[in-house]
């Protein structure tokens, strides 16, 4: 079974450049999350989906960070502008909700690098 | 409002030692999961064991064990007989019931360092 898939893996940009990173859930997971790690700041949630709907953007940086779910299979997270305080690794995760099994299965992560 | 504290900024032990790592939480939910997550120095996350707030047994998973203990806030990892490979960074979080579901935001911990010598 496939697990979560993100690209790039490593993505090198200047400031001021549009990023885009991608996200495949696991088949059959109706929550899409996406996460920042950082040293100073630790692992944060941007923003998750419920059935490719945005639930909660409240960890979202600013305005220039966007996020789309067209469906069930695919997730975006856009930066336009980049700027250097946005390197960081960004993780998706997508899990199961209800019952009792909703932990989070997470990608391999995007190293991005703002120059 | 949620939050994970792990102490342990960094651990490190000779092999063979058993280390316990740390984790203790505050939220204003009955109902709550606990988790230990793993991130080996290639950098995914490899989720470890998942705890709701009711059951309070203690879990052994070969050389993994967990204390869960609600009155001291506390969800501790103990790894017995570490090895090499255990070498990485584990995070403890917290995710809080949202409305009738069992499904809620997962907070992280700042994570333990654990290095392991041969």
């Known amino acids: 079974d496939a697990g979560v898939i993100q690209s790039p893996r490593h993505e090198v940009t200047e400031m001021g450049q549009e990023v885009t990173l991608r996200c495949k859930p696991i088949?059959?997971?109706?929550?899409l999350f996406w996460y920042r790690q950082t040293m100073m700041r630790g692992l944060e949630l941007l923003i998750y989906f419920n059935n490719n709907v945005p639930i909660d953007d409240s960890g979202m940086p600013e305005d220039r960070f966007s996020a789309k779910m067209p469906n069930a299979s695919f997730s975006t997270l856009k930066i336009q502008p980049s700027e250097p305080r946005d390197s960081a690794v960004y993780f998706c995760?997508?899990?199961?909700?209800?019952?009792?099994?909703?932990?989070?299965?997470f990608g391999p992560g995007t190293r991005l690098t703002v120059l | 409002a949620q939050k994970v504290t792990q102490a342990q900024t960094e651990i490190s032990v000779v092999e063979k030692e058993d280390v316990t790592l740390d984790c203790v939480y505050e939220t204003r939910d009955t109902t709550y999961y606990l988790f230990w997550y793993k991130q080996p120095p290639s950098g995914e996350l490899v989720f470890l064991i998942r705890r709701n707030s009711f059951d309070e047994q203690n879990e052994i998973s070969g050389r993994y064990s967990w204390n869960f203990q609600k009155s001291t806030s506390s969800f501790n990892f103990t790894i017995t007989a570490s090895q090499v490979v255990d070498s990485a960074v584990y995070f403890c979080?917290?995710?809080?019931?949202?409305?009738?579901?069992?499904?809620?935001?997962?907070?992280f911990g700042q994570g333990t360092i654990l290095t392991v010598h041969p």
């Open positions: 979080a917290l995710s809080e019931s949202s409305g009738g579901t069992s499904y809620g935001k997962l907070t």
């Open positions: 088949s059959g997971h109706d929550y």
């Open positions: 995760a997508s899990s199961l909700a209800g019952g009792s099994f909703n932990e989070q299965f």
